[in-house]
C-alpha cells in the first residue's frame, strides 16, 4: 500500500444563483494570486486539487476557449512538485449555454473534457464533476441553485446527466492519456433516525451511494432504488450505464460535521426552520452530532463503510470545518489519525485533503447569499497577502514531518465533548453492527495557557472560553501572581510551564486615574512590561489588551495600527506606554487595542445598564458628542484566542465594525431589546463632569483582516441572550443569592486591577 499522501486545495466552487455566476477562486483572490502555489507547496503536499472549471475557460461559447490562466497555473504546481488532480465542474451547472438539466450536457461536457485532456496531457488524475450527488439535490431538488427546480425527476435527471458527463468525459480523457485516473468525490454522511422515521433515513442511506453506485455499475434490478428510477421513467438510462460503467479509481469522500443527519418525528423538540418531512409525515432533519445518542460514527464511519462497499483506494478528498481556530487543526489532525488507522486495518486510504485552504465564502447560506461570510482557512485572505493560520503549520507538520503540535489544540474536538449537544439527545435507531470511532487517549497533559486576572471580568471570560473550546489553561489572582513582584511572575511561569501567557489583569478605572496617576501606571505600564519581559526570556508569547483611549480624537477617520498615540488622559498614557516598551522588548508580544465593552454577562458594562434604566421605564443620558467602536466581549475573547494560538505578534485593533455615539449606541441596544428608544437622551459630555478628557472621535479600524463581526450583528446576539427565558432565570438566580446551575460561553469584559 502506497504512503498515506496528504493533499490539498482551494475552495474553487463556480456556482450559478439566478443569472449571476459566483466564483469562489475570484473571491479569495486566488485568481489573481499566483504565489499562493509556492504557499501551497510548503504545507508538504503532493498533489493539489485544482480548478480547469467549464465555466472559466469557456462561459461563452463551446468553442472560445481561454487557457491561459490555467495554462501558467498548471506548469506551475507541475515545477513546484505536485500533481494537479484538475477538475472540470465544481458544483456547478456549466457556462449559460447548458445546465444540468439539458439533454445535450453530457455529450457538450465530454467535448470540453476532451479539449483539456488534449490541452493537458500529462496531467493523470481528473475529478471531472464534483458531488454529483450533492449538486443535483441543491440544484434540482431542493432549489437552491440553478436551475432552482424542486422536483424528484428532474433530480434524478441532473444526476443521470452528471453521470453521464463523467463516464464520457473519461473515455475522451483516457483516449488522449490511457493512464488517466478517475478520482470521484461526493458528500457523504450518515442519516440516522427514530424509529418512526427509520422509511425516510433507509432511503437517504441507500440515494447517499449512488454517484459510485452507478458509475460502478452496481444499480442492477435488485438494487433498493431501481423500482423507484424504473417507474420515473430512467429505466433505459439505468441500462445504459450498466453496460458502460466507469468505475473510479479512487473514492474521494468529503465529510463535514454537517454530513451525519438525523431525522426525528417529534418536530415540537426543534425550531420552525429545522422541520421537513416527506408524502408520509412530518420530520425534523438536524445535524446528528447535535442530538444522536450514541454518537454518529463520522469521518471514520462513512470511510469504513466505503471501504467495504467498494473495496477501492479511498481518500478524504474535503477535510474543512469553519470552526474557531484550534476546532480547525483538531478536525484536520484527527482525519490524518484516522486514516491511519483504517489503514491499519487494512482499509486502502490513499490520502487526506486540506480543503479550502485559502478559506470560504457564504457557504453557511450554501452560496445563495453573497453577503461576505468567510471561514478562515490555512491562510487568512481577508486582506493583503494570505497571512497563515495555525491550520498552516499544522499541515506542514503532518505534510512535512516538521513542527510539534500546538498545545491549544490538544485534547477532543467539541464534537467529541458533551458541548455537542444543541437538542434534546434523542436515541437513533442501531440495527446492524457499524464502524465506531475512536478516540485516540495516550496523548501528554497539554500545557496551559496562562491568563492573568481571575477575578477580572474579562480573564474570567478568557476562561470560559478557553472551557467551551477545549483548550487547557491556568487562571491566576493577585495572591498567586502580582504583577508588581517579579518573583512571583517568574515562579508561576516557570512551574506550569505554559505555551503562551494572556495579561487580563490592570486599572481599569479611568477616572481615578486622573488623581491616582503613580498606581494607574504601576499597574498598565510597570506591571505589564515586567510579564512581558519575563514571557520574552522564555519564548513566551504573550497578549496585552490596550485601548481606543491612546488616541486624541483629531481625526476625521477611525483609527488603525498604525497611528501614533496621543493620549488625552493617564489612563491611555499608561496603556500607550505600555505598548511602546512591550514591542520595544522584542520576543512575541502581541497587544490588542479594544474599546467600550458590552457583554449580557456582566452587570456593570453600559448596554447592561441602558436594560436596567431603559428597561425599567426612566430616562438614559448618555454622551452624543463621543464617538466609538463598542466591543462585544464573546467576539473579543474568541479573537484574541484565534490570533495567539496562529502566532500573531504586533499591535491589533478588535472591536466591532461600525462607530456610534454613546447616544447612538444606546438607542440601538433600547431598539433591539423593544424598549422605547426615546427614553434615551442624549448630552454633551461635559455635562457629567469627568476628571478624565476623552477623544471626541476615536473609533477602531483596522490594516490587518477583519476578523470581528458587525456591531449590528453583535447587538443582535446580546439581545437575543438578555431577553431567553433561561438567562433571565439564571440572572434572576444569580441576584437572589442562588447557585449559577447554567454553563455560559464567554462572558464579562473588565480587567482585575492589579
Same mark, same amino acid.
Given at each position: 500500500m502506497p504512503e498515506l499522501e496528504l493533499w490539498g486545495g482551494h475552495e474553487c466552487t463556480v456556482n450559478r444563483v439566478g443569472g449571476a455566476f459566483h466564483d469562489q477562486t475570484v473571491r479569495s483572490g486566488h485568481h489573481h494570486r499566483i504565489e499562493d502555489l509556492e504557499r501551497f507547496a510548503e504545507l508538504g503536499l503532493s498533489a493539489l486539487r485544482y480548478p480547469v472549471l467549464w465555466e472559466r475557460v469557456a462561459p461563452r461559447r463551446p468553442d472560445d476557449l481561454d487557457w491561459s490562466w490555467t495554462d501558467e497555473r498548471l506548469a506551475r504546481i507541475r515545477d513546484l512538485g505536485m500533481r494537479p488532480i484538475a477538475g472540470l465542474l465544481h458544483h456547478g451547472s456549466g457556462p449559460r449555454y447548458t445546465s444540468l438539466v439539458d439533454p445535450g450536457f453530457a455529450e457538450a461536457f465530454a467535448g470540453y473534457a476532451r479539449a483539456a485532456a488534449e490541452r493537458y496531457p500529462w496531467v493523470a488524475e481528473w475529478t471531472p464533476v464534483n458531488e454529483p450527488l450533492t449538486t443535483a439535490r441543491f440544484s434540482a431538488l431542493y432549489g437552491h441553485w440553478y436551475p432552482h427546480l424542486a422536483d424528484e425527476h428532474m433530480f434524478w435527471a441532473a444526476l443521470f446527466n452528471q453521470i453521464d458527463a463523467t463516464r464520457m468525459a473519461m473515455r475522451e480523457i483516457r483516449r488522449v492519456n490511457p493512464h488517466a485516473k478517475l478520482i470521484q468525490t461526493e458528500d457523504l454522511g450518515r442519516t440516522y433516525s427514530t424509529r418512526a422515521v427509520k422509511h425516510q433515513a433507509d432511503y437517504d442511506n441507500a440515494r447517499r451511494w449512488m454517484t459510485w453506485d452507478l458509475l460502478s455499475g452496481l444499480v442492477k434490478p435488485d438494487h433498493l432504488l431501481w423500482p423507484r428510477l424504473e417507474s420515473l421513467g430512467f429505466g433505459d438510462r439505468l441500462r445504459a450505464i450498466l453496460d458502460d460503467p466507469c468505475p473510479p479509481d479512487v473514492l474521494g469522500v468529503n465529510h463535514y460535521l454537517t454530513s451525519d443527519r438525523f431525522l426525528d418525528h417529534r418536530v415540537d423538540d426543534y425550531p420552525p426552520e429545522r422541520h421537513g418531512g416527506n408524502q408520509f409525515m412530518a420530520y425534523a432533519d438536524v445535524e446528528a452530532v447535535r442530538v444522536a445518542l450514541p454518537a454518529p460514527a463520522g469521518l471514520e464511519g462513512v470511510l469504513e463503510e466505503a471501504w467495504s462497499r467498494y473495496r477501492r483506494p479511498v481518500a478524504v478528498t474535503e477535510s474543512h470545518n469553519g470552526c474557531t481556530r484550534e476546532e480547525q487543526v483538531r478536525w484536520v489532525r484527527e482525519a490524518w489519525e484516522v486514516a491511519h488507522r483504517l489503514r491499519a486495518r487494512g482499509a486502502d486510504v490513499r490520502a487526506v485533503t486540506a480543503w479550502a485552504l485559502l478559506g470560504t465564502y457564504d457557504w453557511n447560506s450554501l452560496l445563495t447569499r453573497h453577503i461576505g461570510h468567510y471561514e478562515v482557512g490555512a491562510f487568512d485572505v481577508r486582506t493583503g497577502a494570505p497571512r497563515p493560520t495555525a491550520i498552516a503549520a499544522e499541515l506542514k507538520r503532518l505534510g512535512t514531518g516538521s513542527g510539534e503540535i500546538h498545545p491549544a489544540t490538544q485534547g477532543p474536538g467539541w464534537w467529541r465533548r458533551d458541548i455537542r449537544m444543541e437538542f434534546r439527545p434523542a436515541f437513533r435507531t442501531v440495527d446492524s453492527p457499524e464502524p465506531r470511532p475512536e478516540w485516540r487517549t495516550g496523548q501528554p497533559p497539554a500545557r496551559p495557557l496562562l491568563i492573568v486576572g481571575a477575578t477580572g471580568t474579562l480573564g474570567k471570560a478568557l476562561a470560559r472560553a478557553c472551557e467551551w473550546r477545549g483548550i487547557d489553561y491556568l487562571l491566576t489572582s493577585r495572591e498567586q501572581l502580582s504583577l508588581a513582584d517579579e518573583a512571583s511572575i517568574a515562579r508561576v511561569l516557570d512551574e506550569s510551564a505554559p505555551w503562551g501567557v494572556i495579561n487580563a489583569a490592570g486599572w481599569v478605572r479611568v477616572d481615578d486615574a486622573e488623581a491616582e496617576a503613580a498606581a494607574c501606571?504601576?499597574?498598565?505600564?510597570?506591571?505589564?512590561?515586567?510579564?512581558?519581559?519575563?514571557?520574552?526570556?522564555?519564548?513566551?508569547?504573550?497578549?496585552?489588551?490596550?485601548?481606543?483611549?491612546?488616541?486624541?480624537?483629531?481625526?476625521?477617520?477611525?483609527?488603525?495600527?498604525?497611528?501614533?498615540?496621543?493620549?488625552?488622559?493617564?489612563?491611555?498614557?499608561?496603556?500607550?506606554?505600555?505598548?511602546?516598551?512591550?514591542?520595544?522588548?522584542?520576543?512575541?508580544?502581541?497587544? /490588542? &487595542?479594544?474599546? #467600550?465593552?458590552?457583554?449580557?454577562?456582566?452587570?456593570?458594562? @453600559? %448596554?447592561?445598564?441602558?436594560? $436596567?434604566?431603559? +428597561?425599567?421605564?426612566?430616562?438614559?443620558?448618555?454622551?452624543?458628542?463621543?464617538?466609538?467602536?463598542?466591543?462585544?466581549?464573546?467576539?473579543?475573547?474568541?479573537?484574541?484566542?484565534?490570533?495567539?494560538?496562529?502566532?500573531?505578534?504586533? /499591535? &491589533?485593533?478588535? #472591536?466591532?465594525?461600525?462607530?456610534?455615539?454613546?447616544?447612538? @449606541? %444606546?438607542?440601538?441596544?433600547? $431598539?433591539?431589546? +423593544?424598549?422605547?428608544?426615546?427614553?434615551?437622551?442624549?448630552?454633551?459630555?461635559?455635562?457629567?463632569?469627568?476628571?478624565?478628557?476623552?477623544?471626541?472621535?476615536?473609533?477602531?479600524?483596522?490594516?490587518?483582516?477583519?476578523?470581528?463581526?458587525?456591531?449590528?450583528? #453583535?447587538?443582535?446576539?446580546?439581545?437575543?441572550?438578555?431577553?431567553? %427565558?433561561?438567562?433571565?432565570?439564571?440572572?434572576?438566580?444569580?441576584?437572589?443569592?442562588?447557585?449559577?446551575?447554567?454553563?455560559?460561553?464567554?462572558?464579562?469584559?473588565?480587567?482585575?486591577?492589579?
Open positions: 501606571m504601576a499597574a498598565n505600564a510597570d506591571g505589564a512590561v515586567r510579564l512581558a519581559r519575563l514571557c520574552r526570556d522564555r519564548s513566551l508569547p504573550m497578549v496585552g489588551y490596550s485601548s481606543d483611549l491612546v488616541f486624541d480624537g483629531r481625526t476625521d477617520r477611525p483609527y488603525v495600527e498604525s497611528d501614533a498615540p496621543r493620549p488625552l488622559n493617564v489612563y491611555g498614557q499608561s496603556k500607550a506606554q505600555a505598548e511602546a516598551e512591550i514591542l520595544d522588548l522584542g520576543g512575541q508580544p502581541l497587544m /490588542i &487595542r479594544t474599546a #467600550a465593552f458590552f457583554s449580557p454577562f456582566d452587570a456593570f458594562n @453600559f %448596554a447592561s445598564h441602558v436594560l $436596567r434604566t431603559v +428597561g425599567s421605564g426612566r430616562e438614559l443620558t448618555a454622551a452624543e458628542d463621543l464617538v466609538v467602536s463598542p466591543t462585544y466581549v464573546p467576539d473579543l475573547v474568541d479573537a484574541t484566542l484565534d490570533l495567539l494560538i496562529d502566532g500573531e505578534t504586533g /499591535i &491589533r485593533h478588535l #472591536a466591532n465594525t461600525g462607530e456610534v455615539s454613546w447616544a447612538e @449606541f %444606546a438607542r440601538r441596544i433600547a $431598539r433591539a431589546l +423593544g424598549l422605547d428608544e426615546r427614553l434615551v437622551r442624549g448630552v454633551a459630555c461635559a455635562t457629567f463632569g469627568w476628571p478624565a478628557p476623552r477623544p471626541a472621535y476615536a473609533p477602531l479600524g483596522t490594516e490587518h483582516a477583519q476578523v470581528m463581526p458587525s456591531l449590528e450583528n #453583535a447587538i443582535a446576539r446580546y439581545a437575543a441572550i438578555v431577553t431567553d %427565558a433561561e438567562f433571565v432565570a439564571e440572572a434572576e438566580a444569580i441576584a437572589d443569592g442562588r447557585p449559577n446551575l447554567f454553563m455560559r460561553s464567554p462572558r464579562g469584559e473588565q480587567q482585575e486591577e492589579a
